[in-house]
C-alpha cells in the first residue's frame, strides 16, 4: 500500500528523487513514465535553481548515467523487495514492525541512488554561485511554504478533512471504495496525528542555517567533510530537528503504521484482488524495464 508520512524539511534533491522514483513506480503506466525518469529530474531542479551552461551539461549527462546506472542496478531490487511485500500481504495479518521493515529496506535503497550520486551533487553544489544559492534557499523556503499552507491556513477541523480526504483518495487507486469501518480508521487517523506543518516550517529555517554554513564553510573543508555534510543534509534531515519535534514525528509515524496494518486486516477479498492486480502490474512493469537493458548489452 501507499506509505505516506508528514513531510519534513530537506534538500530538494531528496524530494525530487523520492517523489520521481514514487511517481513512477506507483504509476498505472510505469513502462511509459520510466525511460522520462531523467527529463523530469531535470525538469524538477530546474525549479529550484537556474544553471548557466556548464552546470546544465553536466547535470544532464550526471542524470542520464544516474538513470542508467538506476535501471541496471536498481530494479532487480525493487522487483524483489516487491515480492516479498506481495509475500506478507497475502498473509492475514501484516505488522507495524513488517511494514516499518519494509520502510527501512526502500531507504535502504534511496540511500544507495544518493551515495551513487553524490560525488557529481558534490561537483555541482561546489560550482554553485553565491547568487544561484540564494535562489536556491529562497526556492527552499517558497516549496515549504506551498506544502504547509494548506494545513497552516485551514482551522483543526479543516485540516482533519483534507488530511482524510487525501488519504481516501490514493487508497481508492489502490483497493478501490472504503468500507464504512476502513473510513472510521482514515478518521481516526486523521484526528490523532500530531500537527506538524508549523514545527516542519520552524525546522526547515534551521536546516537552512545549517545548509548555509557548509556553502560558507564549502572552500576550507576537505572534499570528505563536504560529502559527508551534504549526506547528512540530504538523507538525515530530521536527526537537526530538536528531540522533542522527533518525537512528535515519530508518533506520527507509528500511527501511520499502525492504520495500514489496521486496513490489511479489514481488506474485502475484492479489495485484496484489486490490491494484488496493482502490485502485480508493477513487478511485470519492472521486470519488463530490466530485460530492456539486458537487450541493449
Request: hydrophobic share 35%; charged share 30%; glycine share 2%.
Amino acid at each position: 500500500m501507499l506509505l505516506r508520512f508528514p513531510r519534513s524539511p530537506g534538500l530538494p534533491l531528496k524530494a525530487v528523487l523520492i517523489g520521481c522514483l514514487s511517481m513512477f513506480l506507483l504509476s498505472c503506466s510505469l513502462r511509459v513514465t520510466y525511460p522520462f525518469m531523467d527529463w523530469w529530474l531535470g525538469w524538477r531542479i530546474d525549479d529550484f535553481v537556474t544553471l548557466d551552461k556548464q552546470q546544465d551539461r553536466q547535470l544532464n549527462s550526471t542524470l542520464d548515467q544516474f538513470h542508467l546506472w538506476h535501471q541496471h542496478t536498481q530494479l532487480p531490487l525493487y522487483a524483489q523487495e516487491l515480492q516479498a511485500f506481495k509475500s506478507q500481504l497475502q498473509q492475514p495479518v501484516i505488522t507495524p514492525e513488517q511494514l516499518r521493515a519494509f520502510g527501512e529496506e526502500a531507504h535502504a535503497h534511496w540511500l544507495a541512488s544518493l551515495d551513487y550520486a553524490l560525488p557529481e551533487i558534490h561537483s555541482l553544489f561546489m560550482s554553485l554561485s553565491e547568487s544561484q544559492w540564494q535562489e536556491f534557499t529562497q526556492a527552499m523556503i517558497e516549496h515549504t511554504k506551498e506544502e504547509t499552507e494548506p494545513y497552516i491556513e485551514r482551522s483543526p477541523e479543516e485540516r482533519f478533512e483534507l488530511r482524510q480526504e487525501r488519504l481516501e483518495e490514493a487508497m481508492d487507486d489502490w483497493i478501490g471504495r472504503q468500507t464504512d469501518t476502513q473510513k472510521d480508521l482514515i478518521e481516526a487517523w486523521s484526528r490523532d496525528l500530531n500537527y506538524l506543518s508549523e514545527i516542519s516550517r520552524k525546522e526547515q529555517q534551521r536546516w537552512i542555517e545549517a545548509a548555509n554554513r557548509l556553502f560558507q564553510q564549502r572552500r576550507s573543508l576537505s572534499e570528505q567533510e563536504v560529502k559527508a555534510q551534504l549526506r547528512q543534509l540530504i538523507a538525515e534531515e530530521t536527526a537537526l530537528w530538536t528531540p522533542e519535534h522527533q518525537l512528535l514525528l515519530e508518533e506520527n509515524r507509528q500511527r501511520s503504521l499502525q492504520l495500514f496494518s489496521d486496513l490489511h486486516a479489514s481488506l474485502t477479498e475484492k479489495q485484496k484482488r484489486r490490491l494484488f492486480k496493482r502490485v502485480t502490474n508493477i513487478e511485470d512493469d519492472l521486470d519488463y524495464l530490466y530485460q530492456k537493458t539486458l537487450v541493449k548489452k
